[in-house]
């Protein structure tokens, strides 16, 4: 076998062992593997390591507080500055509004409507 | 979706902190175990932060069309790869395709509960997907160690389903030889 067929049987077997393989498929790879030893060895290890994936896949490392405490700050942070934001974008809206009512530039009530 | 996880992200997408913080306590879990796995425990820290800060900003693009947590894994994982892709010289230690010989000995034990329980095995098989491809490792560790689907790992890894499940039996190969290859792995 080449490079690339080695390959492709590797794919194959790990296919084979991950239980992803169409009836027909599964038939000739276990052909493979009763004919060669080394390919029956090769799914053995493929088993092993799918079932540890499957393991570690189990467990939940335990977040970092610092994590969560950053994202929340930050969160805050953001939110305030919107907020601050948007207040005085209100007020300036507003100190507009008054300057031009001052000046008779627009009747009240006529919102939008300036001469 | 739940309705709870939709009502809590449309109440973050106003600027609501504390229903931002219930997805973040939520949901902290997952995005640090795939940051973990994808990355590595030292990188997973300042990525997960990262991810957050992306979904803070970005929530309001968040529709419900799909979950919330196929969202929250798709800006995780590419957060993650974004972070591999920074680091090019990791590139030259990928797993060639073309490999001059096959793993025959992979020793992670003869009982898979008992490995489950060896920390040096779990040690060696999250070091040995530091060598498999970015993408592959990101399809890998979604598919074997998340359960998703390989529908839900398109999705999630914006690819075509037939190229999700290439990724994840390049992935499988590639970390099968580089366990073999890690030292002592062969003699045992």
Known sequence: MNGSNHWETLEKIGAYAASELSPEEAREVEQTILEDPEALRMAESYLRMIALMGVIGEESPEVPQAVIDYALRQAALSAFFRQAESFFAGVGRAYLDAFVYYLHLRLPGAAGQGI | MTVEDQNLAAKAADGDVQAFAQLVHGYSGLVYRVAVRILNTRE?????????????????????????????????????????????????????????????????????????????????????????????????????????????????????????????????????????????????
């Open chain 2, 44 to 188: 997973a820290q300042d990525a997960s932060q990262e991810v957050w800060i992306r979904v803070w900003r970005n929530i309001r693009k968040f529709r419900g069309e799909s979950a919330f947590s196929t969202w929250l894994y798709k800006i995780t994982v590419n957060t993650c790869l974004s972070v591999l892709r920074k680091e090019q010289a990791r590139e030259a230690r990928e797993v060639s395709d073309e490999l001059t010989y096959l793993p025959v000995n992979i020793s992670i034990e003869d009982d898979p509960e008992t490995a489950a329980l060896a920390a040096e095995r779990r040690g060696e098989l999250l070091h040995a997907l530091e060598y498999v491809r970015a993408e592959h490792r990101a399809a890998l560790v979604l598919r074997h160690m998340e359960g998703l689907s390989y529908a839900e790992v398109a999705q999630i890894l914006e690819v075509p389903e037939g190229t999700a499940k290439g990724w994840v039996s390049r992935g499988r190969a590639s970390l099968l030889v580089a366990l073999s290859r890690q030292p002592g792995e062969g003699s045992r």
